[in-house]
């Protein structure tokens, strides 16, 4: 997150009922989403998974996350549009390949929407 120059993003562990999900990377950039639910949001991304810096959010005073008027599940996508692009964010953690964020909860981890078999191209210890 310290190396943040405007927005960076990163796998997380235990969400969207799934033992983890992640910006699909090719070259250095983000090119799609692993994830188990709507995986055509325009950011399809957990808000424990990208980092903005300061200097943007003071120079775009106007964007807002908005806690009511987005629809479920959009409140990640409904802000980062206000900010950035899909092609200017910055993949940390190996090229989002390492988990090193988890959603933790006092309750029994769900997992309704992992795959039986492995769909992801990258072998990811979680």
């Avoid at 120059?5 to 990163?10: C, D, T, Y």
């Avoid at 802000?79 to 933790?104: G, M, R, S």
Wanted: aromatic share 8%; charged share 25%; hydrophobic share 35%.
């Amino acid at each position: 997150m310290r190396t943040t120059r405007k927005v960076s993003v990163w796998p997380v562990g235990l969400v969207g009922g799934r033992r983890y999900e992640r910006p699909l990377v090719e070259n250095g950039r983000v090119v799609g989403w692993y994830t188990g639910w709507r995986a055509d949001r325009p950011f399809a991304i957990d808000m424990a998974g990208f980092a903005v810096s300061l200097q943007v959010i003071l120079s775009n005073p106007k964007a807002v996350f908005k806690r009511r008027g987005s629809q479920p599940g959009m409140q990640e996508s409904d802000f980062l549009k206000q900010i950035t692009t899909v092609e200017e964010l910055e993949p940390k953690a190996n090229n989002c390949t390492k988990v090193l964020v988890w959603h933790t909860r006092t309750e029994k981890v769900n997992l309704a929407n992992e795959p039986k078999y492995r769909l992801d191209t990258v072998n990811i210890e979680v």
